[in-house]
């Protein structure tokens, strides 16, 4: 668990709002639009999964006296309403992904889990922030959310998300530039699980994966066989572990295909401080980064 303030010299005149947010990517963006009027809790820190995560009885005490809980919903935190009910939540919820059109889990399903593990195909999608439209809605939603809860902080809640909302598209436009020379049938990567469906669906490019949408499900030993076939058949070189999973899964496919793991993408979380994805942007930048230059063979 990681706790965010900001230690400005001229400290605001009113108590902070104390606020929550499930995970480490979504605490960065409530972090850019509340400022300091706004003292953050973010539940899963960075380099820890959201998908396994357990909440302990500090965390629910931290959950209780918030004034506003901030989650991203399409089922990415299956944990949350049962910790909203036993730290006997009465604040204001905000789902950050309201408006957001969601994406089922990715098309090949012949690679994800079997029915017997519990992982239904055809699921929604959770991972919505891996396209930075997406993360634009997130923005608005949580200025509409921090104006509810504070109301005499509107202003200026609305003028930071307004500022981070351009910072946002740069980021968005620098994406799109960085496929632009790269020909589509060129654009195709493996990674742990089936995280990057909204950055596939947003850039054009195509994400294979050995697990579904949670890390919490298994991939069948079929559905790897499979995908290992086509690796070699579409000489794909691009192979990603992501920095929240196993390794073991893909350095096997890596081992039976000849292909070398070009290293660790962030999917649901972003590093600490000194790694290489400390914020939302700087997260998108290095995936992107990395994902061209695999896809390109560099």
């Not at 606020?19 to 960065?28: E, H, N, P, R, Y």
């Not at 399409?74 to 969601?102: A, C, D, N």
């Not at 600490?272 to 980064?289: E, Q, W």
Request: proline content about 5%.
């Amino acid at each position: 668990m990681i706790t965010w303030t900001h230690s400005a010299q001229a400290q605001p005149a009113h108590p902070p709002i104390k606020a929550v947010a499930s995970f480490s990517i979504l605490g960065d963006l409530v972090r850019q639009v509340g400022g300091e009027r706004v003292a953050l809790d973010v539940l899963v820190g960075p380099g820890s999964d959201a998908h396994v995560f357990q909440p302990t009885p500090a965390q629910a005490r931290l959950v209780g006296q918030a004034q506003v809980v901030f989650s991203v919903g399409l089922g990415f935190e299956g944990w949350m309403s049962r910790l909203l009910k036993t730290s006997s939540y009465k604040g204001q919820q905000v789902v950050v992904s309201q408006g957001i059109k969601p994406l089922k889990e990715g098309a090949l399903e012949e690679h994800k889990t079997d029915h017997k593990h519990g992982h239904n195909h055809g699921e929604t999608d959770p991972h919505a922030w891996q396209s930075v439209d997406n993360a634009k809605v997130f923005v608005k939603n949580i200025a509409d959310g921090l104006c509810k809860a504070d109301a005499a902080g509107c202003n200026g809640y609305r003028r930071n998300a307004t500022a981070y909302t351009a910072q946002l598209d740069a980021l968005n436009a620098e994406i799109r530039a960085a496929w632009q020379p790269i020909p589509v049938e060129q654009r195709k990567v493996i990674t742990s699980h089936d995280a990057f469906g909204y950055y596939a669906h947003a850039y054009g490019v195509k994400f294979l994966a050995p697990q579904g949408v949670s890390t919490d499900s298994e991939a069948s030993a079929k559905g790897v066989a499979q995908l290992v076939r086509q690796i070699k058949q579409e000489q794909i070189k691009a192979l990603f572990v992501e920095s929240i999973s196993d390794p073991r899964l893909i350095e096997q496919i890596g081992r039976e295909t000849g292909v070398k793991p070009a290293g660790e993408l962030f999917s649901d979380s972003l590093s600490d401080t000194s790694g290489s994805a400390p914020s939302y942007l700087a997260m998108m930048k290095f995936n992107t980064t990395a994902l061209t230059q695999a896809v390109q063979g560099q």
